[in-house]
């Protein structure tokens, strides 16, 4: 390999950009007003109430160290249907909003540098009771569920996107996390992308921990062609693109 080369992706993974970085000219320093905490919708868009917290029923009081033990990337799944319930406790774990603390900023349940939350989630929902299959997108604050569209052969599709992994194609849900650089950027400039990229990993490890409350399994999957996925979801893929996606589905534990 490439030595040369080989230390220039490397210094991604460092944070010596952030010496050459000015702060002083970010959008933020400059006074600009911070991006929106998630991506506006219009008012006759078709929402979902999703399930808070008193009322989930199917959430089993499984320990920490019990989540933390059993968890394994899980790819195969059984023939069955998520609960709403059960849904809404995935989303609240993953991105759910803990407080808000303006029009820019809110706490969530998974952690994110400067608190600037980069991330949407869009969801490929094959079998959620109640829910008819489509793409749709959590909307945090709201604690809803937006949908988006629906898609012919969108299973064929998306397995097509994830480089042939099946398991998408037969997953009860799949999470596709996009990222939103400029929220990052607003704060961070050129320093943003790296804490993005970790920011999907925390999330993606709630997601983890959350499933084996819940009888449900998940894998990661970070291999997939880019500009497929993005067309797919229809986005430009420039000020948002595809950065994780994680299916889900019922397991025999
Ligand atoms: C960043 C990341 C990307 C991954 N991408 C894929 C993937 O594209 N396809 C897949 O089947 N598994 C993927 N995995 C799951 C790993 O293969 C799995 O975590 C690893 O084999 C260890 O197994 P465990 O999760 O059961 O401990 C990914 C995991 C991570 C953290």
């Given at each position: 390999m490439n030595d040369l080369l080989l230390q220039q992706y490397r210094s991604f993974l460092k944070d010596t950009i952030r010496k050459t970085v000015d702060f002083s000219k970010t959008d933020q320093n400059l006074g600009v007003a911070p991006p929106p905490i998630e991506k506006p919708f219009s008012n006759d868009a078709v929402r979902i109430d999703l399930l808070k917290e008193d009322s989930w029923k199917n959430i089993s009081a499984i320990s920490l160290s019990e989540a933390i033990k059993n968890r394994k990337s899980r790819r195969t799944f059984l023939d069955r249907s998520l609960k709403l319930d059960e849904l809404s406790f995935l989303l609240w774990a993953t991105q759910g909003i803990r407080h808000q603390i303006d029009q820019g900023h809110a706490y969530r349940t998974v952690p994110s540098a400067g608190c600037r939350h980069a991330l949407e989630t869009y969801l490929y929902i094959l079998k959620v009771e109640g829910l008819d299959s489509g793409v749709y997108r959590y909307l945090p604050l709201e604690h809803q569920l937006l949908f988006e569209f629906s898609e012919e052969r969108m299973s064929e599709k998306l397995v097509k996107a994830v480089l042939?992994?099946?398991?998408?194609?037969?997953?009860?849900?799949?999470?596709?996390?996009?990222?939103?650089?400029?929220?990052?950027?607003?704060?961070?400039?050129?320093?943003?992308?790296?804490?993005?990229?970790?920011?999907?990993?925390?999330?993606?490890?709630?997601l983890y921990l959350a499933c084996e409350a819940i009888s449900c399994g998940t894998c990661a999957i970070a291999a997939y062609d880019q500009e497929t996925i993005d067309k797919l979801l229809r986005m430009n893929g420039l000020d948002e693109f595809v950065i994780y996606i994680a299916t889900v589905g019922k397991v025999k534990m």
């Open positions: 042939r992994q099946p398991y998408p194609g037969k997953a009860a849900v799949t999470f596709i996390w996009t990222a939103l650089p400029y929220r990052m950027e607003w704060r961070y400039g050129l320093a943003a992308h790296k804490v993005i990229a970790i920011e999907a990993g925390h999330v993606c490890q709630n």
